[in-house]
């Protein structure tokens, strides 16, 4: 049987993930040095730098791995579904795989730049997160999951009372900063004064 990581790898089947590996020279997704460091340092882990690494990773891909290393289900195996594969798009925006000390360490990273954290969104992904892994992350034993948010500031009014303790430690989620270059500016549907107007017939620059 193939093992965790080697399973995730293969239900990898992103076509963005190839075309930014490809573009940017880094085909496997290797982590940076800086990068390796903050994750390090916001979980208080030692990441390694050949970490296996994925972006927009299915959760469903993430429940099928699990349940068939775990089962030792060969591939090609057909296997009693149950809720393991829901069939929808939910994913993870980051997610990192090593091996340590005989125990498979994911670390799964939420991402916002804009947009801002929203109580419904979140909330569900702790849900179906807490079905996959236990609530006390104790369903697969030998796996060890974390989870972070990384946004340009830190969230407020994020409710994380009803996630399970292994997402929100003491009751908060990990969270650590991402940078984003300045002067972003955004597009918007305005009237002729500029003013936000989705039938105003008008788009600026802002």
């Not at 239900?11 to 390090?40: C, D, H, I, M």
């Not at 069939?87 to 990192?96: A, M, R, S």
Request: glycine share 8%; hydrophobic share 35%.
């Amino acid at each position: 049987m193939e093992g965790l990581i080697a399973t995730l790898k293969s239900l990898n089947r992103k076509e963005r993930f190839f075309l930014v590996g490809a573009a940017l020279g880094n085909p496997n997704f290797q982590l940076g040095g800086k990068y390796t460091r903050e994750l390090s340092r916001s979980f208080d882990l030692d990441v390694p730098s050949n970490s296996w690494v994925a972006m927009d990773y299915h959760l469903d891909w993430i429940s099928t791995a699990l349940h068939v290393t775990h089962n030792q289900i060969s591939h090609g195996e057909p296997w009693l579904n149950g809720g393991i594969v829901n069939g929808n798009q939910e994913d993870v925006d980051l997610i990192v795989g090593f091996e340590d000390a005989g125990t498979t360490v994911l670390l799964l990273v939420e991402a916002k730049a804009e947009t801002g954290w929203t109580n419904s969104q979140q909330q569900s992904k702790a849900d179906r997160l807490s079905v996959i892994f236990g609530a006390e992350s104790d369903r697969y034993p030998g796996v060890q999951p974390h989870f972070a948010l990384t946004s340009p500031r830190r969230p407020e009014n994020l409710d994380a009372s009803r996630w399970p303790s292994w997402m929100a430690p003491e009751g908060r989620p990990i969270w650590f900063p991402l940078t984003i270059p300045p002067n972003r500016r955004r597009v918007v549907r305005c009237d002729q004064a500029g003013r936000r107007d989705k039938d105003g017939g008008f788009a600026v620059i802002k």
